[in-house]
């Protein structure tokens, strides 16, 4: 769980788990206030940059740090609120830009499945096929499941590149 009382406790715990956040501590500890009223409010830290339902279970991958953290971090060098980024971006090397919201996509994306599978494939061909590749850190061997393997592995801090696709 996050600490999100201030800047400096939430920076060392970020960087502990391998994460940079954004050097902006007046923009960080805004959000963090942020993130401290939705706490207050909902009973769980649901990102400020996005409107929660108030359910947890239906806001389960807004919950800090969201779902779309690691996939917005590799695409766009950081995620969607920009309390997480890149080193590339703390360095200068790479700029920001405007970040979709990829639960909107994911979304639309999911309902477009559901539709077209619950029409075309029984549910043993759907159990049976996974619907993200599984990625392997080949220093500490930890597993996850999505698009692309983290920009650093959470477990041992190996970069990116020391990760293999294995399903």
Same mark, same amino acid.
């Given at each position: 769980? $996050?600490?999100?009382? /201030?800047?400096?406790?939430?920076?060392?715990?970020?960087?502990?788990?391998?994460?940079?956040?954004?050097?902006?501590?007046?923009?960080?500890?805004?959000? &963090?206030? /942020?993130?401290?009223? @939705?706490?207050? !409010?909902?009973?769980?830290?649901?990102?400020?940059?996005?409107?929660?339902?108030?359910?947890?279970?239906?806001?389960?991958?807004?919950?800090?740090?969201?779902?779309?953290?690691?996939?917005? &971090?590799?695409?766009?060098?950081?995620?969607?609120? *920009?309390?997480?980024?890149?080193?590339?971006?703390?360095?200068?090397?790479?700029? &920001?830009?405007?970040?979709?919201? !990829?639960?909107?996509?994911?979304? *639309?994306?999911?309902?477009?499945? @559901?539709?077209?599978?619950?029409? @075309?494939? $029984?549910?043993?061909?759907?159990?049976?096929?996974?619907?993200?590749?599984?990625? +392997?850190?080949?220093?500490?061997?930890? &597993?996850?499941? +999505?698009?692309?393997?983290?920009? @650093?592995?959470?477990?041992?801090?190996?970069?990116?590149?020391?990760?293999?696709?294995?399903?």
């Amino acid at each position: 769980m $996050s600490d999100f009382s /201030s800047y400096d406790k939430f920076k060392k715990e970020a960087e502990d788990g391998g994460y940079y956040i954004n050097d902006d501590t007046e923009f960080v500890q805004s959000l &963090l206030d /942020s993130i401290n009223v @939705n706490i207050d !409010r909902y009973g769980y830290a649901s990102c400020p940059c996005r409107l929660a339902s108030g359910e947890r279970e239906k806001d389960l991958d807004i919950i800090c740090p969201c779902d779309y953290r690691d996939p917005d &971090l590799v695409d766009k060098g950081a995620c969607f609120c *920009a309390l997480y980024v890149t080193e590339d971006v703390l360095k200068g090397k790479q700029q &920001l830009t405007s970040i979709p919201d !990829r639960r909107v996509r994911e979304k *639309a994306k999911k309902d477009a499945e @559901n539709e077209s599978s619950s029409e @075309n494939k $029984s549910s043993t061909e759907i159990l049976g096929k996974l619907k993200v590749p599984i990625w +392997r850190c080949k220093v500490c061997g930890y &597993l996850c499941g +999505r698009e692309k393997p983290p920009l @650093n592995c959470p477990i041992c801090k190996a970069s990116q590149d020391r990760f293999e696709q294995i399903l």
